[in-house]
């Protein structure tokens, strides 16, 4: 017996659920590229994604994932041989690092602890112990997917500064752009990467990169710079050049309606949205959690992210709970990845996502938990409707 008929719900960090009203926008037909109106819309997506970013500085829309945007970043600002310092809290800083190292340059990873977030004192310290100012970058990821870390971007740029070090600050924020407050230029960051599948609502395909004038500075001198990628190649007037090819039409029609749906909800009550949500998700984790079987794997409450969280697992398989609540009720959890891999489960809770559809996952798997015997304190669910009772009035 199952109740999973109807709708499945991805309470995955990447892709989230497409709103009905993006993939509607989807359907239609192409159209010639050059095209007025085609061109128009680019405009007004670069124009949005500075926005998003919070920055006056250049935009940029590839057809391409989050690796991809992690690609054009690197290859537009370094060379071969040059050093970069990789903020490590979770697998995907060190991929962003990895495919630097396969790149040609030099990376050393600063920090590596899987259960908390990137200390600004730390950075700042070895960047003051580089006295020859040889590391060029220091790459950083703003909401680590695979452990649910939320790392202070704002004090990591003011650590840098602070350290007088002249490398560019590089921060991928796929998993929390349009989600949590992001402040380009206030917080000192030069580079930032993000993609279309997780906060922005849309399908995956697209990643948008942004520029600071000092980045785009350096970039008239480095040597690993391709064609696809090239910053400067997408600068030029032609609408054919700002894609390096054919636009990725329909792809663009999704993005430009995502945009209007969170612009229409306004930027702040979107970040109050999330952040009341993540919320309800840690209550009711913090009520299983006495039963000892499931732990944050965040230890520090303050470091635990708005877009995702990361649940330890102790004594039993997590892909026997992931599978029951996607086989017997339609709730689809991520996996745990990287050295979490067959130790946690993750709950994502960003995008596309309000309370029915945050409860409801929250209840589907305090169910799977009574239903597989797995230890649990009763009542996470409650404890996570008490929460929104409490701070959402009439």
């Known amino acids: 017996m199952t109740v999973r008929t109807g709708r499945e719900f991805l309470a995955v960090p990447g892709p989230t659920t497409i709103p009905d009203e993006v993939l509607q926008a989807m359907h239609r037909p192409a159209v010639e590229l050059y095209a007025p109106p085609l061109v128009a819309l680019t405009d007004t997506l670069l124009r949005d994604l500075r926005r ?4 006056s500085g250049h935009a940029y829309i590839y057809i391409a994932n989050g690796h991809g945007a992690w690609e054009a970043a690197l290859t537009n600002v370094l060379s071969r041989g040059d050093k970069i310092l990789v903020l490590a809290s979770g697998r995907f800083g060190i991929d962003w690092g990895d495919a630097a190292t396969r790149l040609g340059v030099d990376v050393e990873v600063l920090g590596g602890d899987w259960r908390r977030a990137v200390q600004p004192a730390d950075v700042e310290r070895r960047l003051r112990d580089d006295k020859g100012g040889v590391i060029k970058a220091i790459l950083g990821v703003q909401i680590e997917t695979s452990t649910g870390i939320v790392n202070d971007i704002a004090a990591i740029g003011q650590a840098v500064k602070n350290a007088g070090h002249g490398a560019l600050f590089m921060v991928d924020t796929v998993a929390s752009l349009g989600c949590v407050p992001f402040a380009m230029d206030a917080w000192g960051v030069d580079v930032a990467v993000s993609a279309s ?25 480095a040597g690993l710079r391709t064609p696809y990628w090239d910053w400067t190649a997408r600068e030029a007037d032609t609408h054919y050049r700002k894609y390096a090819g054919t636009p990725p039409e329909h792809l663009i029609y999704a993005l430009r309606k995502a945009l209007d749906m969170l612009f229409e909800e306004g930027l702040e009550n979107a970040y109050l949205r999330h952040r009341l949500l993540a919320e309800a998700v840690r209550r009711a984790v913090a009520v299983w959690q006495t039963g000892k079987a499931v732990a944050f794997n965040v230890t520090e409450s303050a470091e635990r992210s708005d877009t995702v969280t990361t649940v330890l697992t102790d004594g039993f398989d997590p892909k026997r709970l992931r599978d029951y609540c996607e086989d017997k009720c339609g709730v689809v959890l991520g996996r745990g990845i990287g050295a979490l891999d067959g130790k946690a489960f993750r709950i994502a809770h960003m995008g596309y996502v309000n309370a029915p559809t945050v409860l409801g996952t929250l209840a589907v798997v305090e169910m799977a938990l009574g239903a597989l ?19 959402v009035k009439p």
């Open 373 to 391: 015997d797995i230890p649990h304190g009763r009542g996470g669910v409650q404890a996570a409707v008490a929460w929104l009772s409490e701070k």
């Open 197 to 221: 599948q997780k906060g922005l609502m849309a399908p995956p395909g697209l990643g948008f990169a942004a520029a600071s004038d000092r980045a785009r500075a350096v970039h008239r001198k």
């Open 52 to 55: 998003l970013f919070d920055t």
